[in-house]
């Protein structure tokens, strides 16, 4: 497979995540090949913009058949970097924190927690999903040993600072951040926020003054 | 207050939200009042974009003085519509689903969650975190009696269309989906999407190829 860019704009690896959960559904349903009409509408979107956005990184339809839902999968994860185990080190061991723990998916997905850090005695110790609980000052040395590259900060707001800057002195490359709060990292650092409350905003907005773009 | 547009761009209400988050985290820190240059800062935006998105509602800012938190807070709310209790109902009491229930942010920020239900005959009639879980099946009829407008999504993927089905039928006007799937409801119904994986994606791709935009 030939990366044809590594400038895809942000909108569209939203859009290629979309695709790829799709189409993972499709194949879970036993679908092998989809024309890229009917793809097109499962993911909200229109056929045109689905060929735009997989011409970053080459071409898959095949012209009166469609789209082979396994390789097209393939090809989209390996365009993204996620076609690897991807090895994770979670801090905050709070109720959203153990629900992480337990979720399926991220193993399914490539994306490991392969550590839980908290630095709550009570919680230290404890295990949850086969990881035992961790003190989060021993992160450095857990990080040396288990090799992880992306940090998920589930802490309340007030700790996300000091859970970020742990993760960044571990030599951490990623942070997916779940605190409702901003935090600041070097430059060369990736951060991710999930902000609910945004989309619960959004939705409020919405609900109320009538649908915005 | 004065709305002075009701076509807020989605990349404004966005950083909206954060703007709430940030000024919300200096009040509970005991700052009263902050000039556009250090709250541009903390919110990763510079200061002309601030007054920019500020401007669509109204003008807040006090020259030499700055912008009051708690009164900049309420008008931002008060211009998404989160300036009032919104009912909601949960349907999936799975691991993510649990951990919302338990999740004091959502009341703390008026969205109350007054409703649990899942189809699993095994967690039917657990209480968590006060609620009762309910059979989907009377979702309508709980939404007759606690009027919630807005429904929270946490099934399993295969399942989360169904509930879709069960939000629209019972009169719910927005939705917040936890499920990595894609559904479809009618037109006057918003939707928003929580996706854990883009946001991961992105990290992977953003380590892998080099920053994107």
Redesign the interface.
């Given at each position: 497979m030939t990366?044809k860019s590594?400038?895809?704009?942000?909108a569209t690896?939203?859009r290629?995540?979309?695709y790829?959960?799709?189409l993972e559904?499709l194949l879970?349903e036993g679908t092998e090949v989809i024309s890229s009409e009917p793809l097109a509408k499962?993911?909200?979107v229109n056929a045109s913009q689905i060929r735009k956005d997989l011409a970053y990184f080459g071409e898959f339809g095949v012209r009166g058949v469609g789209y082979y839902v396994k390789s097209l999968i393939e090809s989209i994860t390996s365009a993204?970097?996620?076609d690897r185990e991807?090895r994770t080190v979670l801090i905050g061991v709070g109720?959203?924190g153990?629900?992480?723990l337990?979720?399926k998916?991220f193993r399914l997905?490539g994306?490991n927690i392969v550590g839980a850090f908290d630095c709550d005695p009570f919680k230290i110790g404890e295990e949850i999903s086969g990881l035992e609980v961790v003190c989060t000052k021993r992160l450095k040395e857990k990080i040396g040993e288990n090799g992880a590259?992306?940090g998920i900060i589930t802490t309340p707001?007030?700790r996300a600072q000091r859970a970020a800057n742990h993760l960044v002195e571990a030599g951490i490359?990623?942070?997916?951040n779940f605190a409702?709060?901003?935090i600041t990292v070097p430059g060369d650092i990736?951060v991710?926020?999930?902000?609910?409350?945004?989309?619960?905003?959004?939705?409020?907005?919405?609900?109320?003054?009538?649908?915005?773009?």
């Amino acid at each position: 497979m030939t990366q044809k860019s590594d400038h895809i704009p942000r909108a569209t690896i939203q859009r290629l995540a979309v695709y790829v959960q799709v189409l993972e559904n499709l194949l879970r349903e036993g679908t092998e090949v989809i024309s890229s009409e009917p793809l097109a509408k499962a993911c909200n979107v229109n056929a045109s913009q689905i060929r735009k956005d997989l011409a970053y990184f080459g071409e898959f339809g095949v012209r009166g058949v469609g789209y082979y839902v396994k390789s097209l999968i393939e090809s989209i994860t390996s365009a993204l970097g996620v076609d690897r185990e991807w090895r994770t080190v979670l801090i905050g061991v709070g109720n959203l924190g153990r629900a992480l723990l337990n979720h399926k998916e991220f193993r399914l997905r490539g994306f490991n927690i392969v550590g839980a850090f908290d630095c709550d005695p009570f919680k230290i110790g404890e295990e949850i999903s086969g990881l035992e609980v961790v003190c989060t000052k021993r992160l450095k040395e857990k990080i040396g040993e288990n090799g992880a590259e992306i940090g998920i900060i589930t802490t309340p707001p007030e700790r996300a600072q000091r859970a970020a800057n742990h993760l960044v002195e571990a030599g951490i490359k990623g942070i997916l951040n779940f605190a409702p709060a901003r935090i600041t990292v070097p430059g060369d650092i990736n951060v991710e926020y999930v902000d609910i409350f945004h989309h619960l905003y959004a939705l409020s907005f919405n609900i109320t003054f009538g649908k915005t773009d």
